[in-house]
């Protein structure tokens, strides 16, 4: 979901051509800042998991660094591990 989330933003000033760009910027803003306050609450939720966990991440990702993003969620995890997909 935040993949989805990163791909609109960026593509947003184009679509949206008659959306001042002030206001655009603030709608933006607010979603992200939302979107964080949610990602902090699940991440409390995560460390609470006790089974094993496959994090699963492409190595040439092009919407963001999901190798990254999937060693930093394994941190949180008490018995996870990260398989990297090539390509």
């Given at each position: 979901r935040e993949a989805y989330m990163g791909r609109v933003a960026f593509s947003l000033p184009c679509r949206l051509k008659f959306i001042p760009r002030e206001a655009l910027r603030w709608r933006l803003e607010e979603?992200?800042?939302?979107?964080a306050r949610h990602v902090q609450q699940r991440e409390m939720e995560l460390c609470a998991l006790t089974q094993p966990t496959v994090i699963v991440a492409g190595s040439a990702d092009a919407a963001l660094p999901s190798v990254a993003e999937a060693q930093r969620l394994a941190a949180l995890l008490p018995d996870a591990c990260v398989h990297?997909?090539?390509g």
């Amino acid at each position: 979901r935040e993949a989805y989330m990163g791909r609109v933003a960026f593509s947003l000033p184009c679509r949206l051509k008659f959306i001042p760009r002030e206001a655009l910027r603030w709608r933006l803003e607010e979603w992200l800042a939302t979107g964080a306050r949610h990602v902090q609450q699940r991440e409390m939720e995560l460390c609470a998991l006790t089974q094993p966990t496959v994090i699963v991440a492409g190595s040439a990702d092009a919407a963001l660094p999901s190798v990254a993003e999937a060693q930093r969620l394994a941190a949180l995890l008490p018995d996870a591990c990260v398989h990297v997909v090539p390509g």
